[in-house]
């Protein structure tokens, strides 16, 4: 069972990933709205007025030179003064009075402020304070600061939650590898919330399944072997019959019955590999042999075999039936106009595919999960005319999985179904 990608905006993970990040930039937002808004024109406001009548309290001394520059040291601030008592500056990077009325000095780059004021004994002092860009450095600051904290925190939320939340990929692998029939699946329980919880009843029910199936096998296996006595006897007492129509229709459904129970030890000895032995062989030779066995049957075959020579560890018997299997299959279930039946190979970058390809009436995509069971078939009446147990495809599939190979099935694009055995790679081709 191919496992189909989930899309991403489906994910648990992503979903709590992208609220912890709508939460962090919805905070985010409002610490700076906050402070853009409320705290820095406030603090703009108040910082104003304290200069304002700092400047006033200032210049109401007449200060000289040497008062500036101790001013300038303990507040942080740069002073000129032009006037009768001459012109003086704590900074010769301090732009002239003129300039800064003509407008000249609004658009230094460090962002100070300009406060200008009238000493009374004349003259001019312009004050120039660098509170407003301490301020904005200051936010500034706390904004990237808040910003950075607020990144490591989603990190550190998303390594937490993707180690949290390991559980669900644990489970969700589970369930594929039980999907694909997998019944030795067991999720490893590392927590003891409720996910490891549902680790536990999954493990728990994988197990339940893993009996049953055990259970259903058992019997079919114990049934296998008591029918057979039974129909020894009734083969010995139809020799006593008296030769006619009756005797010829009860030993056909003796043999019938006797193919059914074959089938399923065979089934059965396959099991886990058992009852296989290999030998490096050329396969080319057994898919010609088997393909001229049908030959002759309408709709025909046609064989593709691009490579010269093919030699593969396979059990050249039991190979030989997975290939009649589904050629009979396929003649099977081909229809008046059908296609000749095709049989090809091709090389992988891990192995061989074997190809077997009908132009029938194909299998319902609601049926291709379930052709591999035993006693599963697509016609549900269980005509005779469609023949078999539905223990065919099963047979092949233990006899692929023996190999180390697989058995899967395509559907074929209009009508027909193809299927594919795929073999290891342990080969050696001659092109």
Sequence with gaps: MTKRPRPLFRSVFVKLVSI?????????????????????????????????????????????????????????????????????????????IADVRSGKARGNPAGLDYEMETAPAGGTYLFVWKFGQLNRGVHNKLLWLLLFLMIGVVLAAYAFQRRLLRPIRWLDAGVADLSSGRLDVAVPVRTHDEFGVLTEAFNQMVERVRQMVRARDQLLLDVSHELRSPLTRMKVALEFLPEGEQRAGMAGDVDEMERMVSELLELERLRDGRGVRMVRQDLLPLLREVAAEFRDRPPGVHVSLTERELMLDIDAEKMRTVLRNLLENAFKYSLPDSRPVELSTSQTGDGIVVRVSDDGPGIPESDVESIFEPFFRVDRSRSKSTGGYGLGLSICKRIMEAHGGTITVERNAGRGTTFLLKLASNITVLA
């Design 20 to 96: 912890m990040l709508a939460l962090a930039f919805t905070l985010l937002a409002l610490v700076g709205g906050f402070f853009v808004l409320i705290v820095y024109p406030h603090l703009s406001f108040t910082t104003e007025r304290l200069i304002n009548e700092y400047t006033r309290t200032f210049i109401a001394s007449s200060p000289d030179l040497a008062a500036a520059q101790d001013a300038a040291r303990r507040l942080d601030v740069e002073i000129r003064y032009e006037g009768p008592r001459g012109t003086w500056s704590t900074s010769t990077q301090l732009p002239t």
